[in-house]
């Protein structure tokens, strides 16, 4: 069969490693806090987690990915809270509650199935491998270095605070991308799908399995290339194989 080289950009954070599961785990343990701390003034563990996922959202769309956004966020929610109820304010309180946001960017690095299996095999099929990803810098490439990704993904390594429909087009030019054979494969409809939509290039989404209301959004743009949902990372060489396989004998 015929090849032709693929540009392909993966998303990390739930796309190649878990990562909402350790922050919905800390978000559990905040909310268990607030509900004991506050216990007599009736909250419940729900109103607590909305208030929390309102605050973390605001921030995040006006300001980017940054590590001090989500310990922040249980502070202000705390705040909001003593505020409201007119319960003490305790500086002990707060320092406790910086410390279990922060705890987040400690965990252990955990791949997602058959991470190792695939990107070996799209290298094997002679595609050029990117890892495209948001957030902080020293953070993500803690992650990186632990998961050994650098075997696959080299220096071509991009971490930014705003992963956006600008960003990626920026990106795209930069680096002299060719659209007609650059794919984006990511979780997140809003940082990934879209702006991949918008730039012209081809989107594989992979729903992740617990996901942050910052990425439920409408895919309001038109492909103008591939555009596929898969439930597992093992279906993408194949995928891609096909459609360019496709391409090929269509002449295109």
Same mark, same amino acid.
């Given at each position: 069969?015929? &090849? ?33 701390w506050f216990h007599g003034h009736h909250l419940s563990i729900e109103e607590i987690k909305k208030k929390q996922s309102e605050i ?25 809270? =003593? ?18 946001? #922060? ?29 495209? =990803?948001?957030?902080?810098? =020293? ?5 990186? &270095?632990?998961?050994?990704?650098? +075997? ?12 956006? #429909? ?6 795209? +030019? ?15 409809? +809003? =940082? ?13 989404f992979m729903p992740a399995e617990l996901e942050w209301a910052y990425n439920q959004v409408e895919v309001d743009v038109e492909p103008?290339? #591939? ?6 990372? +093992? ?11 496709? &391409?090929?004998?269509a002449g295109s």
């Open positions: 069969m015929t &090849k032709e080289q693929q540009t392909i950009l993966f998303d990390m954070d739930d796309t190649l490693l878990y990562c909402n599961k350790f922050f919905d785990m800390v978000i559990d343990q905040f909310a268990d806090q607030m509900e004991a973390d959202l605001e921030r995040v769309l006006v300001s980017g990915f940054a590590p001090d956004h989500f310990p922040q966020s249980f502070v202000d929610t705390y705040e909001y809270y =003593t505020d409201l109820t007119g319960r003490s304010k305790n500086d002990a309180e707060v320092k406790r509650l910086i410390e279990l946001g #922060a705890s987040v960017y400690g965990h252990s690095i955990e791949p997602y199935p058959y991470m190792e299996e695939t990107l070996r095999m799209l290298q094997e099929d002679g595609h050029s491998l990117h890892l495209y =990803t948001g957030g902080d810098p =020293t953070v993500q490439m803690r992650k990186v &270095k632990e998961a050994e990704l650098e +075997r696959f993904f080299g220096n071509r390594i991009y971490v930014t605070r705003h992963k956006n #429909a600008e960003y990626l087009d920026g990106l795209i +030019r930069a680096n002299g991308f060719d659209r007609n054979n650059t794919w984006m494969i990511g979780n997140s409809l +809003r =940082t990934d799908i879209i702006p991949a939509l918008k730039a012209g290039i081809h989107a594989i103008s290339g #591939a555009y596929f949902t898969l439930s597992s990372l +093992r279906y993408i060489p194949e995928t891609i194989r096909n459609y360019t396989a496709a &391409k090929i004998a």
